[in-house]
């Protein structure tokens, strides 16, 4: 079991930044890929970054590249993103989730959200404009 709780949600205008957290309690966190989703009342959760166990694969939606940074500290047993030029559109609830390491993951199986075994609660990021 993998325990996930984010963190650092908040309000922020439009250009701004906000840096999110996602701490991990249980199982060998270091053993786990890790990824943040993000999901909007009527729409489907979508893939926003992720990071391999080992943090040397980093992979974003198109939609978020140059704007978000994920990275992960494993002797914290935390995962990480930073979002800076935040747009209205990046409003949605924030989830990081946990994937058993698996070869399978680097290629299509990290975009999937019922590919993941553990989640956390989800933390809010509004933008206003």
């Known amino acids: 079991q993998v325990q996930l709780v984010e963190s650092w949600g908040g309000l922020v205008q439009a250009g701004g930044s906000l840096r999110l957290s996602c701490a991990a309690s249980?199982?060998?966190?270091?053993?786990?890929?890790m990824s943040w989703f993000r999901q909007v009342p009527g729409k489907e959760r979508e893939f926003v970054a992720g990071?391999?166990?080992?943090?040397?694969?980093?992979y974003y939606a198109d939609s978020v590249k140059g704007r978000f940074t994920i990275s992960r500290d494993n002797a914290k047993s935390t995962v990480y993103l930073q979002m800076i030029s935040l747009k209205p559109e990046d409003t949605a609830i924030y989830y990081c989730a946990a994937h058993a390491q698996d070869i399978r993951w680097y290629g299509s199986r990290k975009y999937r959200p019922d590919e993941y075994s553990y989640w956390g609660q989800g933390t809010q990021v509004t933008v206003s404009s």
């Open positions: 249980g199982r060998s966190f270091g053993s786990y890929h």
């Open positions: 990071i391999s166990w080992g943090g040397d694969s980093i």
